[in-house]
């Protein structure tokens, strides 16, 4: 079935560094969206992509759609301790569900 | 504006209890519906997704089951709770076809004993 990877699962990185998570689907998306969980919250949405090679920024986040619509990454600059979380991509499944990927956890130390 | 509520928040139960999670959505009508599980430290699993009143679709075979009795209002049960069952409940919604955003509820932590 589809499928939305996920990498890596867990980074832990200093203080104004930067990270990067990237998103991988198995077929070809309509529109992929990214949410972050805040420890102990729940998920909030952040953005949607929907066209090929999109590029979105938020701030220090920025946002992109790969050419081929099947892989997206979140980058961010200068990392600070309000952006520990763990964040989620999501990508349209046939049919009426987001297939959710797996996440990946950031920690930063000061 | 529209809200989601979900009770209760955490609730502990000894294995082979009964279950009932409530979530309810304010401010819209017709919504999709659906529920999903987060082990300790892992990802979101779907359990559940409704595109109307009785209604649902299951993503994963196991001992619960879900009910939507009203437009803005979906439940989750389970007759025998098992200590598999222990996380994170999260309830959310969305319009249209489904692509859209997802709102998420507040979440119920369950802990089976």
């Known amino acids: 079935g589809q499928q939305v990877m996920q990498i890596p699962q867990y980074q832990h990185v200093q203080e104004g560094e930067d990270f990067t998570t990237y998103c991988n689907s198995s077929?070809?998306?309509?529109?992929i969206q990214w949410y972050k969980q805040r420890p102990g919250g729940h998920p909030v949405f952040l953005i949607q992509?929907?066209?090929?090679?999109e590029v979105k920024k938020q701030k220090r986040l920025t946002f992109q759609f790969g050419e081929a619509k099947k892989n997206s990454s979140l980058h961010i600059t200068a990392t600070q301790t309000t952006d520990v979380g763990t964040y989620f991509c999501?990508?349209?499944?046939?049919?009426?569900?987001?297939?959710f990927g797996k996440g990946t956890t950031l920690s930063v130390s000061s | 504006s529209q809200t989601i509520h979900q009770w209760p928040a955490t609730l502990v139960q000894p294995v082979g209890s009964p279950l009932s999670l409530e979530c309810t959505v304010e401010?819209?009508?017709?919504?999709?519906l659906y529920w999903y599980r987060q082990a300790a430290g892992r990802g979101l699993q779907l359990l559940f997704y409704?595109?109307?009143?009785?209604?649902i679709s299951s993503e994963v075979p196991q001992n619960l089951s879900a009910s939507r009795p009203q437009d803005r209002q979906f439940i989750l049960s389970s007759k025998k709770l098992l200590l598999s069952d222990s996380g994170f409940y999260l309830c959310?919604?969305?319009?249209?076809?489904?692509?859209?955003?997802?709102?998420f509820g507040p979440g119920t932590r369950l802990t089976v004993l």
């Open positions: 959310a919604w969305n319009t249209g076809t489904g692509k859209d955003t997802q709102y």
């Open positions: 077929t070809t998306l309509s529109n």
């Open positions: 992509l929907v066209k090929s090679g």
């Open positions: 999501a990508g349209v499944k046939a049919g009426t569900a987001l297939i």
């Open positions: 401010g819209t009508s017709n919504p999709n």
């Open positions: 409704s595109v109307g009143i009785g209604q």
